[in-house]
């Protein structure tokens, strides 16, 4: 290592000392101030990982990220992981650098990355993945990338090698044409039964979503389905050519929707073309997460880690014991009780709603609305999210808008059918907790990411002493 | 006379990328909470245009290969389209839908993909940063209006030239290429424009002109009833306020400073 780049190492220990000593947590300044000193480091750093395993796509990275972290990594064969969304370039570093001795060496060898899809351009030359998970392809964030088309030529450069297995879902289209690159797809997807009393199909949504892979990628033709689960995730299959949602390695379905006794039942085949069961092996998995998206998430981690060799019953020992990440669905139980979660494009915001739906207590929502380089800058967004089915089915909701972007919130919801004296703008993510709220009806907190973290230690405090550390936290 | 105000959304599979539908609930709400009933009509990819059964058209925006895939069936609309603009039909172009009413796109590669040739006017996709970010402007050609600026978001890689008057001038963003200080188009009843957010819920000036001129079209004068927009202009001051542009013209701030150092 030049001496440059252990000059950068070092500034960087020098610097998380420095925060330490002040108090402040592990942020993503000492990964910055390396870079300043030296711009080449993250491909100094990634270029020393053994195994790397990268997790990418749309929604569901960090969910997915964390779970098969809890399935990877043990004391005996430590993994390197990048928590809490911080999936940019300055993020990874971060990670990588706590690793990373005075001498510049990385002494963790395993590493599973969270990797946000514009940063697999950096990433890659340094380092291919052993196995690339990629969640789901939807509308996100369009003016950071331009538009979905590049996003799709982005991770199929990421997809592309021969010594990459690519982790992907069937049910998604898009997933499904970037998988064509990769010499050997594994594809997850959900699996309901036929049967007419199903349960486990949660929720299939209306027709008014944005469906982004409803065209073939082959022909362009329109895609039929034959069963949507949610955005365009389905079963389908193209009317004019060969394009279909293919074979599955790995089926999952969901036993006891919503209740704490909820499992992910994985029907895993063996890796042939062959749709029968050859040498096909059953297992169930314990699921700790609300909603068919999480459920998806499961799967992915799981599919992952059974591809990378972990047993059934590591997995299932794992997911019993995992903590959901910061702000999706976080409860902070009190009075009232508050329910925090993260919203940062359409079909994301669709499935929280959904499942906020599901609720059927009267409630508030409080939407925290920022346009940071991180939320995205364009708001547009928020008129793609189906907010005319949830106002419709949630009568009698108060609502209120915060964040740098609170009056086109609230602009949104009053075009949405609520009652204009029914929408209540305040000025800052304190003031939240000032509405009036006499009945301690629940609140939801639906937030963009800039503003997640300062909203999980605000509600934290707000909580009353007897109630404080009960919240569910990933510490 | 006794149909509803009907609005053309055309090819909503396609041409759906920057929430277009939010123009559309835009400009339905303003109608009914009046007593005005209005209907939109999606016209898919090959389907007939009935011009004499609609009074406005809408083309939103959609990313390269869709928009190019809207260009291989255009002619078929051209000379209906042609006649609408001719007759004074109001028209609303966002985005990819702006520069499908020109001559011709040029992509990178060099490659054109004609448009619609309602107006002459052509795009280029020319090298550099992707025109990205909020955006105001004030709008001159639109006469009557509460308010003389326009504001949202714009994402664009094509650079746009024409004769005509633009929409506005820009006061803060890129505009119509970046160079000319003009972003968008206003030919008859035809706006064209970057701007999106979308474009009418913070605008409900302009949404409320374009009711106003559909309701022409039809043969009906009355003006619009006020509405209670204090949310929309909230939204919409919001924006000027990020861009630092304050809510008096130029020529009333433009005063000379009394303080001498």
Redesign the interface.
């Known amino acids: 290592m030049s001496f440059r780049a252990l000059l950068a190492v070092w500034m960087s220990k020098f610097v998380t000392i420095g925060l330490k000593i002040m108090g402040r947590g592990a942020t993503s300044l000492p990964g910055v101030i390396a870079q300043r000193v030296y711009l080449l480091l993250p491909d100094r750093l990634l270029r020393q990982i053994d195994t790397c395993v990268i997790v990418t796509g749309t929604n569901g990275k960090t969910t997915t990220t964390e779970l098969l972290y809890a399935m990877l990594h043990s004391d005996d064969e430590p993994w390197l992981v990048n928590r809490g969304g911080a999936n940019l370039i300055q993020g990874i570093l971060a990670t990588l650098l706590q690793k990373t001795n005075w001498r510049g060496r990385l002494t963790v060898k395993r590493v599973l990355l969270e990797v946000d899809e514009a940063t697999m351009r950096l990433v890659l030359p340094s380092i291919r993945p052993q196995v690339l998970v990629l969640t789901n392809v939807l509308r996100d964030q ?2 950071r990338y ?4 590049q996003t799709i030529m982005l991770l199929r450069n990421a997809a592309w090698g021969a010594d990459t297995t690519l982790v992907t879902n069937a049910d998604d289209p898009l997933c499904v044409a970037i998988s064509s690159i990769n010499q050997k797809p594994v594809f997850f997807g959900y699996a309901p039964m036929e049967s007419t009393d199903e349960t486990s199909v949660v929720d299939l949504v209306s027709g008014n979503q ?1 469906r982004d892979g ?1 065209f073939c990628e082959k022909c ?1 033709a ?1 895609l039929s389905y034959e069963r949507y689960f949610y955005g365009q995730m389905g079963i389908y299959a193209c009317p004019e050519c060969s394009f279909k949602r293919p074979e599955l390695s790995f089926a999952g379905r969901v036993l006891d929707a919503g209740t704490a006794a909820s499992q992910l039942c994985v029907n895993e085949y063996a890796a042939t073309q062959d749709w029968r069961p050859s040498e096909d092996r059953e297992f169930l998995v314990p699921n700790p997460l609300k909603g068919l998206y999480n459920a998806y998430n499961l799967l992915a981690a799981t599919s992952a880690a059974r591809t990378l060799g972990v047993s059934p019953s590591r997995i299932a020992e794992a997911s019993k014991r995992f903590i959901q990440p910061l702000g999706r669905m976080q409860v902070f139980p009190g009075h009232p009780e508050r329910i925090l979660s993260l919203i940062k494009n359409p079909t994301g915001a669709d499935s929280v709603l959904s499942t906020v739906a599901q609720d059927a207590r009267e409630k508030m929502v409080c939407f925290v609305i920022n346009d940071n380089f991180a939320d995205g ?8 999210v189906d907010l005319e089915v949830f106002v419709e089915n949630s009568p009698s909701t108060r609502y209120v808008c915060a964040g ?2 609170a ?2 919130m ?3 919801l ?2 949405a059918g609520v009652d ?1 004296l029914d ?1 209540k ?1 305040v000025d800052d993510t304190e003031a939240l907790l000032l509405v009036g709220n006499e009945e301690a009806l629940p609140v939801y907190v639906l937030s963009t990411y800039t503003a997640l973290h300062p909203l999980v230690s605000l509600l934290t405090h707000a909580q009353p002493k007897e109630f404080r550390g009960k919240a569910v936290s990933a510490s | 006379m006794n149909r509803p105000l009907r609005v053309a959304h055309l090819f909503p599979e396609l041409l759906n990328l920057y929430a277009d539908r939010g123009n559309l609930a835009v400009l339905r709400a303003r109608a009914v909470v009046r007593g005005i009933d209005l209907e939109v009509v999606p016209i898919r990819l090959g389907e007939p245009l009935n011009l004499a059964e609609l009074d406005m058209v809408l083309l939103g925006g959609g990313s390269d290969k869709e928009q190019m895939q809207v260009a291989s069936m255009l002619p078929q609309y051209q000379s209906d389209l042609h006649y609408a603009v001719e007759a004074g039909m109001p028209m609303l172009a966002v985005c990819g839908g702006y520069q499908l009413l020109g001559d011709y796109y040029e992509t990178l590669g060099g490659d054109l993909v004609k448009g619609l040739r309602l107006v002459e006017m052509y795009t280029k996709a020319e090298p550099g940063t992707r025109l990205v970010g909020n955006i105001a402007i004030e709008c001159s050609s639109i006469p009557g209006v509460v308010r003389q600026t326009v504001v949202g978001f714009e994402n664009h890689q094509g650079r746009t030239y024409h004769p005509y008057l633009p929409l506005g001038k820009v006061l803060s963003g890129y505009g119509n290429n970046g160079r000319d200080g003009l972003e968008g188009l206003h030919h008859l009843g035809v706006i064209g424009t970057y701007i999106h957010g979308p474009l009418l819920p913070k605008n409900p000036h302009l949404a409320d002109y374009l009711l106003t001129k559909a309701r022409a079209f039809r043969g009906v004068q009355e003006p619009l009833v006020e509405l209670d927009d204090t949310l929309e202009w909230r939204a919409h001051e919001h924006v000027l306020q990020m861009l630092g542009i304050s809510k008096t013209t130029p020529a009333e701030t433009s005063q000379p400073s009394e303080s001498l150092a």
Do not use: P, Q
Request: charged letters at 35%; zero cysteines.
């Open positions: 369009l003016d331009g538009e979905i088309d944005v409803a362009g329109l800058r364009d708001v547009s967004w928020l008129w793609d740098t972007r009056a086109d609230a602009l949104r009053a075009y204009r929408i703008i």
